[in-house]
């Protein structure tokens, strides 16, 4: 499985963003997704998870009612929609997978992740 991470930039704060990450190799529906982002000095950090048929979700506490994450399997790929950005989520954002296994929560920890994207710099400034 490959993963392509796109839609990265610099925004202010409040503005919005859409990433994208875009599968091959392998047909989307029938992995979990999850997206973190790793900023300098800190530990990389989860942001969300979404159920191989969408129909769970999964969110941080320190992104949930901003952010939204989507999947089109028919499309092979999974979106994070970000609103409201501050300048603490700046970071490098990558998407992963995973076969499922468990409820979605578990898809927090990077640890369950077999598959990794290259990650797409989002830096929101002040």
């Known amino acids: 499985v490959q993963l392509q991470a796109s839609g990265g930039g610099l925004v202010q704060a409040g503005g919005s963003l859409r990433l994208s990450c875009a599968v091959s190799?392998?047909?989307?529906?029938?992995?979990?997704m999850g997206w973190f982002r790793h900023a300098p000095g800190k530990e990389r950090e989860f942001v969300a998870a979404?159920?191989?048929?969408?129909?769970?979700?999964y969110y941080a506490d320190s992104v949930k009612g901003r952010f939204t994450i989507s999947r089109d399997n028919a499309k092979n790929t999974v979106y994070l929609e970000m609103n409201s950005l501050k300048p603490e989520d700046t970071a490098v954002h990558y998407c992963?997978?995973?076969?499922?296994?468990?409820?979605?929560?578990?898809?927090?920890?990077?640890?369950?992740?077999?598959?990794w994207g290259q990650g797409t710099q989002v830096t929101v400034s002040s």
């Open positions: 992963a997978a995973e076969l499922p296994g468990g409820p979605i929560a578990i898809m927090k920890d990077p640890q369950k992740y077999s598959y």
């Open positions: 190799g392998r047909t989307l529906s029938s992995y979990n």
């Open positions: 979404i159920s191989w048929s969408g129909r769970g979700t």
